[in-house]
């Protein structure tokens, strides 16, 4: 299972350095995990950088995988995970809902880096200068 975070899906829609990075679990959507949380953080920025049909496009695109909610347990799984890594809530939320799938975060986001199951591509990067 797979989950990828918001500046993975942003990523992939500007087709940026590490867009096909991204295609190899946005491409495996059977085993693909969406949070609530990257649906309101990617609708929010593709808003208000190219407005609403292409926020709507980016939405669409993001409802082919399984969205989960924010339930009770992921909730306070979440707020455990933000006081033990010192996570702000977005992230804390991603890694609960990717915990209890047993899922690997695909991201950028430099929080990740160090926490286990995590694939992390630092921005503006391109793979092959890694």
């Not at 969406?34 to 609403?52: D, N």
């Not at 969205?67 to 991603?94: F, G, R």
Request: proline share 5%; charged share 20%.
């Amino acid at each position: 299972m797979n989950v990828v975070d918001s500046s993975g899906w942003l990523e992939y829609l500007v087709d940026g350095p590490h867009a096909e990075e991204f295609l190899v679990p946005l491409s495996d959507i059977e085993n693909l995990i969406v949070p609530t949380i990257c649906l309101y953080e990617v609708f929010k920025v593709v808003l208000r950088e190219r407005g609403e049909e292409k926020a709507v496009q980016a939405i669409a695109l993001m409802l082919q995988g399984t969205v989960v909610d924010l339930t009770d347990t992921i909730a306070i799984q979440a707020a455990k995970i933000s006081l033990e890594k010192k996570l702000p809530m977005a992230y804390s939320i991603v890694m609960a809902t990717a915990s209890a799938f047993d899922a690997v975060i695909w991201t950028q986001d430099q929080d990740f880096a160090e926490l286990p199951q995590t694939r992390y591509f630092p921005k503006g990067v391109a793979s092959e200068q890694r």
